[in-house]
């Protein structure tokens, strides 16, 4: 069956070139760090998301965890739902069916599957906790591990140059990451047929609640981004890279001098597709406020100080139908 898509959710079919490539050997490597640390401001500032090349993650290990991914979601539904993450409890961590998640629910339904980990701790509280692993693939929980450890690593670079290009010292959100919010998502899009309207599409318009995602995508594409005109611009997959976006914790930090940019997925790919987007936020009880180098008289503070904690948690609440119900009883 053929796929049509609604004039709204149309995006322009661009070269990614629009979508900057930054290679940061030179920052991992410090051969050169303020040269990526630049670049990355100027992105982080203009357009607020970046492809990067030359990361450092094992291309075999970014491999196998797509192989576990597929076979994962290929489980019957009985399997999945155990790990239902309504059996989490505060942890909120395991296995979301369709439905049961919606960033944009005032417009749209999600038309996706999810599975959600982060560091497995034994004490229980918001976020932190055990993580509800399956059997079966075989290796999942090693090889998935190696792959958080990865993306933990290469998250702190890049945190750091942030900090850089915002002319604060290097550790300085360091410093309010001690124990972060982690969470590692493994994505299932399944395609859609026929018509696809804004009432339900594979994910709707959003910004992540978080400081910095790294998204691993795979070839068949479907990430838009919106840029600063309101135009949707497609983010197609570039082989040997992954995408950075900042989240609405550096938009508070920076007094909105660098923006959490909108995106959403459509399918249309007439394939399954996955994707492997890595969340970094702040220690639960860190305070955000805005820097002091983006603080001046003529430039007020736009934003009271909150929590990371609390802040994430509400977005939480908006999105997920279990936590809605929950507070209802």
Sequence with gaps: MSVT??????????????????????????????KVVQEIGYICEHIGFLYI?????????????????????????EEKNKLNIIHSGQTLRGYIPMYAENVDPENTR??????DFGQDTAEISPFFGPNLMPQQPVHFKTIFEQYHHAMLG???????????????????FAKLQTKPITIQRLLHYPPQQGEIT???????????????????QDANGGLQVQNRNGDWVSAPPVDGTLIVNIGDLVQTF????????????????????YSLPFFID??????????????????????????????KYKRFVDSYTHLQTTLRE
């Design 5 to 34: 898509v609604e004039d709204s959710l149309q995006s322009k079919t661009t070269s990614f070139n629009e979508i900057p490539i930054v290679d940061i050997a030179p920052l991992l490597d410090n051969s050169n760090p303020m």
């Design 53 to 77: 090349k030359n990361h450092g993650v094992d291309e075999q290990l970014i491999k196998e965890a797509y192989e576990l991914t597929e076979a994962f979601f290929l489980l019957p539904f």
């Design 154 to 172: 290469l998250a702190r670079q890049l945190i750091r140059a942030i900090g850089l290009s915002l002319g604060l010292p290097a550790d300085y």
């Design 110 to 115: 999600d038309f996706k599957e999810c599975f």
């Design 254 to 273: 920076t007094n909105d001098r660098y923006i959490s940019t909108l995106h959403r997925v459509i399918n249309t790919s007439g394939k399954e597709r």
């Design 282 to 311: 702040l220690d639960y009880d860190a305070k955000v406020k805005v820097v002091p180098t983006c603080r001046r008289d003529d430039t007020p503070s736009q934003y009271q100080s909150y929590t990371c904690g609390q802040h």
């Design 198 to 216: 804004k009432e339900e599409f594979g994910i709707g318009a959003h910004t992540d609640y978080g400081f910095l995602t790294i998204l691993s």
